[in-house]
């Protein structure tokens, strides 16, 4: 599904659950933006991924310090959700990227800005490293993969 008539008209929803990849020895998945929006997409892809990627165009600072977190924690998986900062006619987006961890926090970040010759931010990279151990110890800590039940006619 796509978020609104200007998004359908140019783009076409994929027919396939999204795969994990490896890299550097983590199960990596990508979502776009409004997916994560989804709790049932998040749960199907934290069953194969440690790290759900998702880059977004928000204008709605919400979803990366309220659902974004909450979506990580109630998943046991690493959410980067990497959102666009700047302005286009009519609309401004607020940046707001985040690292949120499998214990619904967010993790500790170094910023790199990048500034016009007006000192306007037109860019921001976060960086951040993954934990593994976290990873692990939140799973076993409450492990909601394993212990969720899907009722087929609330779907």
């Not at 929006?37 to 194969?48: D, G, N, S």
Request: charged share 25%.
């Amino acid at each position: 599904r796509l978020y609104g008539a200007s998004e359908a008209a140019v783009f076409t929803p994929g027919q396939h659950p999204p795969q994990a990849v490896t890299i550097a020895g983590v199960q990596v998945s990508v979502g776009i933006c409004y997916e994560v929006e989804f709790p049932e997409f998040v749960r199907h892809v934290a069953r194969k991924a440690d790290v759900l990627l998702i880059p977004t165009a928000s204008t709605t600072p919400f979803l990366s310090t309220h659902l974004v977190p909450t979506r990580a924690f109630e998943n046991n998986i690493w959410i980067m959700y990497v959102n666009r900062l700047g302005r286009e006619p009519g609309v401004d987006f607020p940046g707001g990227s985040v690292a949120a961890t499998p214990w619904g926090d967010t993790a500790n970040t170094k910023q790199h800005r990048g500034c016009d010759g007006d000192n306007v931010v037109r860019k921001l990279a976060l960086e951040v490293r993954l934990d593994d151990g976290r990873l692990q110890e939140a799973r076993k800590r409450n492990d909601y993969l394993k212990d969720c039940r899907v009722f087929d006619s609330l779907l």
